[in-house]
Antibody
C-alpha cells in the first residue's frame, strides 16, 4: 500500500533553514507528482509546490518561490523540502502528498511535520 | 489565483441528518474540484475528486456535485465518525483550498 513517511518535528531559530523528508513506498516513486502543503495552526491549507521525481521538474505557488526548495533522491524514493530564512509565519504543519493520475489531487498524504520557529 | 470560498465555516448537526457544504470558485474550474476530510490530529484524506467521483473506500453516504463555479459536498445520514473538518480544493489552476468547514454533532 502507498505510504509517505515524513521526518520528525523540528524546532528552529528565526533566520535559519530547515529540511524535511518524505519517504515513499508502495508504488513507483518516479511515476507521480509529490506536492507539499502547509497548514498553519487551526487554519486552512496552502499548496506550496510540487516536484515530478522522474525529471525533477517543479511548479510553485508564487508565494513560496524563494522560500521553498524541492528535491528528490530517486535512489531512496525520498522527496525533500527545504524552507529558508524562517520566521514565525513559517511555524506550521507541512504535509507531503502524492497525486493520482491527475496532477493536483492529493490522493495520499504523509503524517505531517510540525515546524516551530522560535528563538 | 483562483479563490475558493467555502460555507459555512462551522456546522452543527444531529446523527442521521443530511449535511451540505458549499464551495464557490472565483472563476470556472471545469469540475477540477476535490473534497478532503480532516479529523482532529490527523492528515487530510481525499473524499471526492473531479467534483463527483468518490475516492476508493469512501462511504457512499458522501457525494459531490456542482459545475462551473458552484460545488457542494453532501453527507447523508450523518455518523459520529464524520465529525471532522472538510476542505474543498480546486486543481484547475495551481491548487488552492477553501477555508474549511468544521462539522460537529448537535
Amino acid at each position: 500500500q502507498v505510504k509517505l513517511l515524513q521526518s520528525g518535528a523540528a524546532l528552529v531559530k528565526p533566520g535559519a533553514s530547515v529540511k524535511m523528508s518524505c519517504k515513499a513506498s508502495g508504488y513507483t516513486f518516479t511515476d507521480y507528482w509529490v506536492s507539499w502543503v502547509k497548514q498553519s495552526h487551526g487554519k486552512s491549507l496552502e499548496w506550496i509546490g510540487e516536484i515530478y521525481p522522474n525529471s525533477g521538474a517543479t511548479n510553485f505557488n508564487e508565494k513560496f518561490k524563494g522560500k521553498a526548495t524541492l528535491t528528490v533522491d530517486k535512489s531512496t524514493s525520498t522527496a525533500y523540502m527545504e524552507l529558508s530564512r524562517l520566521t514565525s509565519e513559517d511555524s506550521a504543519i507541512y504535509y507531503c502528498t502524492r497525486s493520482g493520475a491527475t496532477e493536483g489531487i492529493a490522493h495520499y498524504w504523509g503524517q505531517g511535520v510540525m515546524v516551530t520557529v522560535s528563538s | 489565483d483562483i479563490q475558493m470560498t467555502q460555507s459555512p465555516a462551522s456546522l452543527s448537526a444531529s446523527l442521521g441528518e443530511t449535511v451540505t457544504i458549499e464551495c464557490r470558485a472565483s472563476e470556472d474550474i471545469y469540475n477540477g474540484l476535490a473534497w478532503y476530510q480532516q479529523k482532529p490530529g490527523k492528515s487530510p484524506q481525499l473524499l471526492i475528486y473531479n467534483a463527483n467521483s468518490l475516492h476508493t473506500g469512501v462511504p457512499s453516504r458522501f457525494s459531490g456535485s456542482g459545475s462551473g463555479t458552484q460545488y457542494s459536498l453532501k453527507i447523508n445520514s450523518l455518523q459520529s465518525e464524520d465529525v471532522a473538518s472538510y476542505f474543498c480544493q480546486q486543481y484547475y489552476d495551481y491548487p488552492t483550498f477553501g477555508g474549511g468547514t468544521k462539522l460537529e454533532l448537535k
